[in-house]
């Protein structure tokens, strides 16, 4: 029977001597989907990574990847699993397309690793010694490298760390067309505007626990409304605002109200300025980014305004 899950964690624990990296970490990841595994340097996410892709076994806890044991069953998991390189692994002088093809020959029924070449962008660095290559364009071929082998789940970490704006909307292109195949993805990213465009799913981990799950739309909503503006008539008297909301004529007849923000204090505000004999003309909302979750999680800091 195949498992509904590519990747099942219970209770995972990783130490290192006296440190615990990953502390009873627990998630599920559904097959043919994206799920962005987020957090500071430091958080576990390498750790929890290495134990998914059987580099190492867990102290506590149990780890299973397509229905397997990542380690116990490490040889019939690894052809079905691409791993991303972030650095190293291959031989430097050897060029971009011999290295391509020389992991295609390691695959059963690889893609054709001349299509790769074109997708990724890689054909004119085909003769280039790796070496030789720049960050993008060692990343273009990591990528490259981890998707010859046709894998059922895909670990990808940091994908696009390096690659100009063009190579980096290719990559998303190329993980949105994964997901629509049927693969899994399962992805670190510093970038969260990244995540928020191609997770279905998120895990923020943060000192080793897992600080919040759920889809970035999850998680924006469950954080609320940071802004709100309203157009009005210039130069209010503001001596009777609300408890707890600051309200502010950034410019003339532009307000903006920030604090605890919900329907019913919107509702509350737009009271306020009936009141004060005010004609609105209108209104606007903007939720919070994952950005400003992500941070508020991870250090109760709020991510600069975004005018």
Same mark, same amino acid.
């Given at each position: 029977?195949?498992?509904?899950?590519?990747?099942?964690?219970?209770?995972?624990?990783?130490?290192?001597?006296?440190?615990?990296?990953?502390?009873?970490?627990?998630?599920?990841?559904?097959?043919?989907?994206?799920?962005?595994?987020?957090?500071?340097?430091?958080?576990?996410?390498?750790?929890?990574?290495?134990?998914?892709?059987?580099?190492?076994?867990?102290?506590?806890?149990?780890?299973?990847?397509?229905?397997?044991?990542?380690?116990?069953?490490?040889?019939? !998991?690894?052809?079905?699993? +691409? $791993?991303? =390189?972030? *650095?190293?692994?291959?031989? /430097?002088?050897? #060029?971009?397309?011999?290295? &391509?093809?020389?992991?295609?020959?390691?695959?059963?029924?690889?893609?054709?690793?001349?299509?790769?070449?074109?997708?990724?962008?890689?054909?004119?660095?085909?003769?280039?010694?790796?070496?030789?290559?720049?960050?993008?364009?060692?990343?273009?071929?990591?990528?490259?490298?981890?998707?010859?082998?046709?894998?059922?789940?895909?670990?990808?970490?940091?994908?696009?760390?390096?690659?100009?704006?063009?190579?980096?909307?290719?990559?998303?292109?190329?993980?949105?067309?994964?997901?629509?195949?049927?693969?899994?993805?399962?992805?670190?990213?510093?970038?969260?505007?990244?995540?928020?465009?191609?997770?279905?799913?998120?895990?923020?981990?943060?000192?080793?626990?897992?600080?919040?799950?759920?889809?970035?739309?999850? !998680?924006?909503?469950?954080? +609320? $409304?940071? =802004?709100? *503006?309203?157009?009005?008539? /210039?130069?209010? #008297?503001?001596?009777?605002? &609300?408890?707890?909301?600051?309200?502010?004529?950034?410019?003339?007849?532009?307000?903006?109200?920030?604090?605890?923000?919900?329907?019913?204090?919107?509702?509350?505000?737009?009271?306020?300025?009936?009141?004060?004999?005010?004609?609105?003309?209108?209104?606007?909302?903007?939720?919070?980014?994952?950005?400003?979750?992500?941070?508020?999680?991870?250090?109760?800091?709020?991510?600069?305004?975004?005018?």
């Amino acid at each position: 029977m195949v498992s509904e899950d590519a990747v099942d964690l219970q209770d995972v624990v990783v130490r290192y001597g006296a440190t615990t990296a990953v502390d009873g970490v627990s998630l599920r990841m559904f097959r043919g989907r994206v799920l962005a595994l987020l957090g500071h340097n430091g958080a576990g996410k390498t750790s929890l990574l290495q134990v998914c892709e059987g580099f190492r076994s867990p102290d506590g806890g149990r780890a299973r990847v397509l229905g397997l044991d990542p380690i116990a069953d490490h040889d019939a !998991l690894m052809p079905r699993l +691409g $791993i991303m =390189l972030q *650095s190293g692994g291959v031989y /430097p002088w050897a #060029t971009t397309g011999e290295i &391509l093809r020389l992991f295609a020959s390691y695959a059963s029924n690889p893609i054709d690793p001349e299509q790769l070449l074109d997708l990724l962008g890689l054909r004119k660095i085909e003769r280039t010694r790796f070496r030789r290559l720049s960050g993008g364009e060692q990343q273009r071929l990591s990528l490259a490298i981890a998707l010859v082998g046709r894998p059922e789940l895909v670990f990808l970490d940091e994908p696009t760390a390096g690659m100009d704006t063009e190579a980096r909307h290719t990559t998303w292109r190329l993980i949105e067309q994964l997901r629509t195949d049927g693969v899994s993805v399962l992805l670190t990213t510093h970038l969260l505007d990244e995540a928020e465009r191609l997770a279905d799913d998120v895990v923020i981990m943060r000192s080793g626990v897992v600080a919040a799950t759920g889809s970035p739309a999850e !998680l924006t909503a469950a954080a +609320g $409304i940071d =802004l709100l *503006s309203v157009r009005a008539e /210039p130069s209010l #008297t503001l001596d009777g605002r &609300l408890a707890g909301l600051d309200i502010k004529e950034n410019t003339p007849g532009e307000y903006a109200i920030t604090g605890p923000l919900d329907a019913t204090t919107i509702a509350e505000v737009l009271s306020w300025f009936a009141d004060a004999g005010a004609r609105v003309t209108a209104v606007n909302t903007r939720r919070r980014t994952l950005e400003d979750v992500y941070l508020a999680l991870t250090t109760g800091e709020k991510a600069a305004a975004k005018r």
